[in-house]
Nanobody, 115 residues
C-alpha cells in the first residue's frame, strides 16, 4: 500500500510563495498520476493540479500562471510550487496518487494566506 506524506504548508502573506512536497513510499512512483487537491471546511474537495505519469500537467483556472506542479521520480516526490498566493488559496491541501482504479490520499497540509 502506497503512503503519501505532505509537507511544506504554513502561514504566508498574500503575494508570497510556498512549495508543497508529497513523498511517496513506493519504488514504482513513476506509474502514478499525481494530483494536488484542496478543501475548505464545508466545501467539496477541489482538484488544483495534476501531473500524469507521462509528465502532462493540468490546472484549475484559478491557479494557472501562479502554481506549478512537478515530480521527481528518482525521489518519489511530487511538488506544488505556489507563487503570488492569495487569501482565497487558504485551504488544506491534499496529495493524491492514482493508478487505474486505485488511489491513495495523503493526510493534508494546511496553507494559510494572510491579507
Amino acid at each position: 500500500q502506497v503512503q503519501l506524506v505532505e509537507s511544506g504548508g504554513g502561514l504566508v502573506q498574500a503575494g508570497g510563495s510556498l512549495r508543497l512536497s508529497c513523498a511517496a513510499s513506493t519504488i514504482i512512483f513513476s506509474i502514478y498520476d499525481m494530483g494536488w487537491y484542496r478543501q475548505a471546511p464545508g466545501k467539496q474537495r477541489e482538484l488544483v493540479a495534476v501531473i500524469t505519469s507521462g509528465g502532462s500537467t493540468n490546472y484549475v483556472d484559478s491557479v494557472k500562471g501562479r502554481f506549478t506542479i512537478s515530480r521527481d521520480n528518482a525521489k518519489n516526490t511530487a511538488y506544488l510550487q505556489m507563487n503570488s498566493l492569495k487569501p482565497e488559496d487558504t485551504d488544506v491541501y491534499y496529495c493524491n496518487a492514482a493508478f487505474r482504479s486505485a488511489e491513495v490520499w495523503g493526510q493534508g497540509t494546511l496553507v494559510t494566506v494572510s491579507s
